[in-house]
């Protein structure tokens, strides 16, 4: 699905990917290039993506696709605790912030609108998790077993 992407993920939780459908989505952001993938770094010269990931500034270089892992410098809770994740989207700002740190921030979006999926790789069982998303939602569905996933929309 074409989309700005904030990644919650182990390891990778406030990550942008820029997931291309009919049109490829744009996004100014200060990053800097580390090892073949780019990084957010406040202070960088801002750069027009895609390509189409940028990594939270302090995601390990070393990140593998397993569960339970951490970073050297994670922001993330132990796992069994509670992480906060926002991302704010205020016209064509987004800012990612992960337990009370902007760990991602673009500019220049090219999609303002549209609907919000939150998508786990778990079970349905994760959308007991999000319980307050549903009180701020009008619609909240999830998905087959295979793509579970929450979906809000008008």
């Known amino acids: ?3 700005i992407e904030c990644q919650m993920i182990e390891g990778g939780t406030g990550d942008f990917i820029l997931v291309k459908g009919k049109n490829q989505p ?8 580390f090892r073949g993938e780019y990084y957010y770094y406040p202070k960088g010269e801002p750069m027009k993506f895609p390509p189409g990931r940028i990594n939270w500034f302090d995601r390990d270089p070393h990140w ?7 970073g050297r410098y994670d922001l993330e809770m132990p796992v069994g605790e509670w992480n ?3 991302c704010i989207c205020d016209g064509d700002k987004i ?5 009370g740190t902007v760990v991602n921030a673009g500019t220049n979006a090219s999609h303002t609108k549209g ?5 786990s790789n778990v079970s349905c069982a994760t959308a007991a998790s999000t319980r307050s998303l549903k009180d701020r939602a ?3 569905a999830c998905s087959s077993p295979e793509r579970p996933s929450i979906l809000i929309s008008k």
């Open 1 to 3: 699905m074409e989309s």
């Open 26 to 33: 744009t996004m100014t952001a200060r990053a800097e290039r």
């Open 64 to 70: 593998k696709d397993v569960k339970g892992f951490r």
């Open 84 to 86: 906060t994740l926002e």
């Open 95 to 99: 800012t990612n912030i992960l337990n």
């Open 115 to 119: 609907k919000i999926l939150f998508q």
């Open 138 to 140: 009008k619609s909240c």
